[in-house]
């Protein structure tokens, strides 16, 4: 196996690419048939509920296996892991694809779009190994910003294509898309990345049998992470789910010209990551920009919930504005955990942190949908600044880096 002083740096940011890429599949797989719903229920004649509940089938896929996936990484590796996981999500893919086309029945494009979730858990939850095992600490918060572009750019591809192949082509046609983004990251997979040398913390014997200490035993840092990122993921959350309507049905805007700000702002939000992970590196500290962040997703949620009650021009502004924040401390906290409890542990410390968000997400996103529906879109904003408010003393300290303390094994 490669070692670590051997690797070029381009070599490095390649591997990187690659695992963003990977992780792009699962945004595309899971968020994708969320574009499709018009044209299921105009088209392919299937009532909101059915469309939206079809829709909803992937992430289920992905929060029952993300954690299995966890254990996997950490005991096998990435690279394999990963293979295994598209390959599978890719047959759903393209299950569901043909599926819709074959006019197939509801039930067996669901049974698709669940395998295609559950295969893209891996994915969802990998790259802490490639990061802490590749890229030296004061580079970390940078690649992982890199690294969680994934989820946004996802969002961009699906905005930007599905709905309009949809109209031109059919659902079963746009349904291709998540299949040809999931071939393309596995062949990233394939040819692109390779596993860091195994690293160990001093490993407890029972038994004869090496036990790596559980780093959740003895503090709460890690849940106190995981309590901070589902608090600031319903901002998050809200404006990804409901901006569409907001600017459509509230403001009059033309769907092209709400897709069009919507992508713009996904992209910019991706560039955020990137950024905040290099603040955090010349900071040295993972939560102080956490904090920070939490603090300005308050203001930004306020702002917008005035601005929308006066019906001010500037609403539409300060949205993305709040959506840039919202979506800002996500590589933060995925570098914190993935170097806290290190390489034994990233795989199942990152899926943990990534069921919490998504059960969140599923839990919250129709009591806002009531909640707008009551009171409006105003009180709806100014209510889910709540959420970082809450966050903002939560966030803990920065913890001496396990990490840096392995040895190799």
């Known amino acids: 196996m490669t070692d670590v002083d051997d690797i070029t740096t381009a070599r490095r940011w390649i591997i990187l690419g690659c695992s963003l890429l990977a992780a792009l599949t699962t945004t595309c797989v899971v968020s994708g048939v969320a574009y499709l719903i018009p044209a299921l229920h105009t088209d392919a004649g299937l009532s909101l509920t059915q469309a939206s509940a079809l829709a909803a089938i992937p992430t289920i896929g992905l929060m029952a296996a993300t954690i299995p996936w966890g254990i996997l990484l950490d005991r096998y590796g990435e690279r394999r892991i990963l293979l295994l996981s598209l390959s599978i999500s890719l047959g759903g893919a393209v299950a569901a694809a043909v599926a819709a086309s074959t006019d197939a029945s509801y039930a067996v494009v669901g049974a698709a779009l669940l395998v295609g979730g559950l295969g893209s858990g891996a ?3 990998a790259s802490g190994r490639i990061v802490v095992g590749w890229f030296p600490a004061h580079q970390r918060g940078t690649a992982m910003g890199v690294r969680q572009m994934a989820q946004p750019l996802g969002i961009g591809v699906c905005a930007l294509t599905m709905p309009v192949v949809a109209a031109g082509s059919g659902a079963g046609t746009a349904l291709a898309i998540p299949a040809v983004v999931t071939a393309a990251g596995l062949v990233a ?3 692109g990345i390779t596993d860091p040398p195994r690293r160990t913390a001093a490993a407890m014997v029972v038994d004869d049998t090496p036990r790596h200490p559980n780093p959740y035993r003895g ?6 992470v995981h309590i901070v990122s589902m608090l600031l993921v319903i901002p998050q959350s809200m404006l990804w789910t409901f901006v569409p309507t907001w600017l459509i049905v509230a403001h009059g805007w033309s769907p092209a010209g709400a897709g069009i700000l919507i992508t713009v702002t996904q992209v910019v939000g991706a560039l955020g990551r990137i950024v905040a992970g290099r603040w955090s590196d010349a900071w040295m500290s993972r939560m102080r920009p956490v904090r920070a962040i ?3 997703g308050v203001a930004a949620m306020f702002a917008l919930a005035i601005a929308d009650w006066f019906d001010s021009p500037l609403a539409p502004a300060l949205m993305a504005v709040a959506s840039i924040i ?3 401390d996500n590589g933060l906290a995925f570098t914190a955990i993935a170097e ?4 034994e542990w990233s795989g199942r410390g990152l899926a943990v942190q ?3 968000q998504y059960l969140v997400t599923a839990a919250t996103t129709p009591l806002l949908g009531a909640l707008i529906a009551v009171v409006g879109f105003p009180v709806a904003f100014a209510a889910t600044a709540l959420a970082p408010l809450v966050a903002t003393p939560l966030v803990p300290r920065d913890p001496s880096p396990r ?3 392995l040895v190799d094994a």
């Open 123 to 125: 994915a969802n939850g």
């Open 189 to 191: 997979v394939l040819v």
């Open 219 to 224: 503090n709460f840092f890690l849940a106190r």
């Open 294 to 296: 939490a603090i300005a």
């Open 326 to 328: 919202s979506v800002a």
């Open 340 to 343: 806290y409890v290190g390489p």
């Open 354 to 356: 990534n069921t919490g």
């Open 403 to 405: 990490v840096d303390e």
